[in-house]
């Protein structure tokens, strides 16, 4: 157990059984644990003097706090509690003097160490050597008695090339080209024209938005639109699409302004630094410094493959990192804000300010508009009353004011609604007992978003809830039934024979009706009221003269008029030449401190700007600006060390993600983790040889494509072959067998493995034909039901009743926001953009199979890929399966699969034809239909195929 004095925190942990103090920290203090008697006390550390073991670090003993030592020894005299003290003070030292130790130690880490090209290995099966990289494989398979498999067939080689690169499959044209050519050179040919393909840039881009954690708005609970964050994402795709060099695209995403201040590009570049989620008020210093570890950490992740952010805090538990190299980093990002410079015309920059100025006179008149009770436009139309403007709180009240308990039955039809997100009071009500404009009970249907029913009092200038909510929607053109029924304090009401409110209260004893629209337009009719007796005391819907409506007319304009407005200005703005970019704030370089514990508001000593010591043997120069610049010109500095070719991680990491992103793997199984505590790699020699080609090629990434895919490694076959036992002479290795290696870990053959989610939702567009290949250009908002919109925290997504040709450009188009995420997405594993992304898991669940077979998305396209068939092959069934096969899997059907699928139209056939006959009379107009139906059902069950669904 734990115990307490009365004035410590709580502190709820398990222990295990062992000797000597524990030490946590919990909510900014230090608590130390020690056992006494079979048990754990607690003690806390004020802050003041934790501050000054903190401060211990840097000191010798002889500059300990005597303060400190006085105050533990005058709370508790007890020599247990003194050898805590001396322990803790001990701990801290030693961890310090270990720390400073491994700093040089730690240089021999072999991550740490400048790569250098290894001797490409002998193998004894050099038949099999196609690169070098089969050589360096090949040696690791060798010792184990391993071998490669067989190479794949040429068609199962042109998808997994054309999925790989371009995300797309290979056309029949395409496939067949290619394994008819079989003169020298021919894979060469067909990797080249993929790299030459601009779809490639969209593929490959992807995965580095991945690690730019990439997304179209800020997140948190506000979730703001960023209007101009494509703009980051097409100069990614068009960057991969030009083999920018790493080195060059590194440096432009770190100090583009520092590069060039007026050019577009460079500025967009530095979007890197914008990309991570922001609680959308950086004045705060708390909501800045956690903005600039964002920066920091992914920088250090992304291109040093290091975990620098875990020293914010503290010294880096695994690696010879401490807090001082962390705030050495924030010195060179320290002074960076966020800017939207405009670089483009004079007539650009005219079209900019007109725009922002109709906005700005547009959000005058929306803060115009009043929430207060008003008129609207009520008419009666052959015994309906109908209400037409769509205008906040718009009243109507009939009836006699002394009615006491009665029965109201009437019918609505709702005509139109808000479509704006968080319109919490929006909706449609029934007002009974109605005393005044502002007094009654009211029961109000599809509020909050169309999510939910609400009975409240209205009285006294408020308005109280006085029931639980009720879930629920109020559709468009349809007739809903209400009934209410006022008996002294009970209060029962039903919608369509439902009942939702049963209660009792007693605050309004009589009163009339009323009807209220808020952001909506309605139809009703039916009208009966009824008294306790059943006679009947109002069985039409009144004149709108005759009734008591407020004095205040309802604004002409509705919100959502002009929010259409605005948000069509906002559009025009989004598509100028406005960069989301960073630069310095001045020239001179603002003081930076270490923070204790992470903390703002405990600052300590002044530290320089430096790289991470064990990287550097030699510290980098940070030089003073020169008086012409407007920036510090750190990062710049900083960029072109990462991009030196001596940097001894820039290179390796890039290499790793490169191979990763072909294979499924890195070589090192920690993509964004190099230091002690990441994964070895599986071909350390391989991994330096790649590092060192990569750098000598001009950081060329296109090149690092043709050589890895040339392989013999890249093209061997995925099936798991027993055959691929290499018959050693030697007796160690002939005891080998191929489980040995059951992970691949060696790559004895192509690792398999699913597709991401964005290749998944473009093979389906593709295959149905409804691929939009538009390229750039802001996101598109594809069809997300209502139900999920409404459980994001802003709820903005635009409601898609039917998808079009515009809703179906790939995937890497999608606008991202980060409240919303793409359910198809997320569901098949793309990453929430809240963090770099180094490596997609893959999940199997069973919300995957259900979003296949009943999403509206799938059933569609499936729809769409049936009649695109039946419009290529007829109703000739050997043509359909054919040309389903070559659009789906860039293959022709074998004999079994024709005639499998053959079977399965006829049954489908036979299904749809009895289920439908009844109902048609034109038997040709029904074999169509029966046609296009069973179609539709084959295709569905190709979406759902593994082998759609895998790169093999």
Known sequence: MLRHRPDCFKVQLQVCNGCGPMFIIVKHHLVILWRTEGELDAQRIPRRFANDLFRLRNQSLAHLPVRFLKLWTMKRKSIQLGCVLMALLATLLLDECRLRADVPAGQNHWAFQRPLRPPVPKVINQDSVQTPIDAFVLARLEAIGLELSPLASRQQLIRRAALDLLGLSPNARQVTRFTRDTSPGAVQRMIERLLASPHYGERWGRHWLDLARYADSGGFEFDYERPHAWYYRDYVISSFNADKPYDRFLVEQLAGDEIASDCFETLVATG?????????????????????????????????????????????????????????????????????????????????????????????????????????????????????????????????????????????????????????????????????????????????????????????????????????????????????????PSIRAWLDDELLFDILDERYHQGGIGLVNWMASTRWRNLQVRDSNGAILLDELPSPENTLQPSRPADAVTRDTLDARVEKLRQQRARLPIAMSITDAQREPSETRIFLRGDYRSPDEVVAPAVPAVLSPHPVSFPAPPESSQTTRRRITFAQWLAAPDNPLTARVM?????????????????????????????????????????????????????????????????????????????????????????????????????????????????????????????????????????????????????????????????????????????????????????????????????????????????????????????????????????????????????????????????????????????????????LLALTDLCHVMFNLNEFAYLD
């Not at 547009?362 to 009043?370: A, D, F, N, P, R």
């Not at 409404?790 to 040709?805: D, F, H, L, N, Y």
């Not at 040309?883 to 053959?902: A, F, G, H």
């Open 272 to 488: 890197f630094c914008r990309n991570g989620p922001t609680v959308g008020n950086q004045v705060l210093e708390k909501n800045r410094y956690d903005e600039l570890d964002d920066v920091i950490s992914t920088t250090a992740e992304v291109f040093l493959g290091l975990t620098l952010g875990c020293a914010r805090c503290h010294d880096h538990k695994t690696d010879p990192i401490n807090q001082r190299d962390y705030y050495r980093m924030l010195a060179i990002f320290h002074d960076i804000e966020k800017q939207h410079p405009l670089i483009g015309t004079p007539e650009q920059q005219a079209t900019k300010e007109k725009l922002e100025k109709e906005i700005n006179s547009l959000y005058e008149k929306i803060g115009q508009i009043s929430d207060l009770p008003a008129a609207g436009k009520w008419r009666l139309d052959e015994g309906q009353l109908v209400q037409d403007i769509m205008a906040p709180n718009v009243r109507l009240f009939f009836g006699d004011p002394q009615w006491k308990d009665y029965s109201v039955e009437i019918e609505f039809l709702k005509t139109d609604g808000t479509q704006k997100p968080l319109s919490l009071d929006a909706g449609i009500g029934l007002a009974f007992r109605a005393t005044g404009l502002k007094s009654s009970y009211w029961i109000y249907f599809g509020r909050s978003d169309n999510r939910e029913h609400l009975l409240e009092f209205e009285g006294d200038g408020k308005r109280v809830p006085i029931f639980p909510k009720v879930g629920g929607q109020i559709q468009l053109d349809r007739w809903y039934r209400v009934r209410v029924v006022v008996r002294g």
């Open 655 to 931: 290499v790793n993600r490169i191979w990763q992103y072909h294979f499924g793997r890195g070589l090192v199984d920690s993509p964004s983790n190099f230091g002690l505590n990441g994964a070895r790699p599986s071909h350390p020699d391989l991994l330096d040889w790649l590092a060192v080609e990569f750098i000598e090629s001009g950081w060329s990434i296109k090149h690092m494509h043709r050589l890895i895919m040339a392989s013999g490694v890249y093209q061997q076959d995925s099936k798991n072959n027993v055959g691929n036992v290499f018959h050693s002479t030697s007796p160690s290795a002939q005891r080998e067998s191929p489980l040995r290696d059951p992970e691949n870990r060696l790559l004895g053959r192509f690792p398999r493995r699913r597709l991401s989610a964005e290749v998944f939702r473009d093979r389906i567009l593709a295959a149905a034909d409804s691929l939009n290949l538009q390229m750039y250009g802001p996101g598109i908002h594809p069809r997300i039901h209502p139900s999920v919109i409404a459980t994001s925290t802003t709820r903005k997504w635009p409601t898609v009743g039917q998808e079009g040709p515009q809703h179906w450009r790939r995937s890497v188009y999608i606008f991202v926001r980060r409240s919303v995420l793409m359910p198809f997405l997320e569901v098949f594993d793309a990453p929430t953009t809240t963090e770099s992304c180094d490596q997609r898991s893959t999940t199997t669940v069973p919300t995957q199979a259900l979003q296949l077979m009943n999403d509206a998305f799938t059933n569609e396209q499936s729809d769409r890929m049936a009649r695109s068939i039946y419009a290529q092959a007829g109703s000739n069934m050997q043509r359909q399966v054919e040309t389903i096969y070559w659009n789906s899997l860039s293959r022709p059907p074998l004999v079994m699969e024709q005639k499998d699928c053959t079977e399965f139209l006829e049954t489908q056939r036979a299904y749809h034809r009895q289920r439908l006959h009844a109902g048609h009379t034109n038997p040709s107009t029904l074999d169509h239909k029966v046609d």
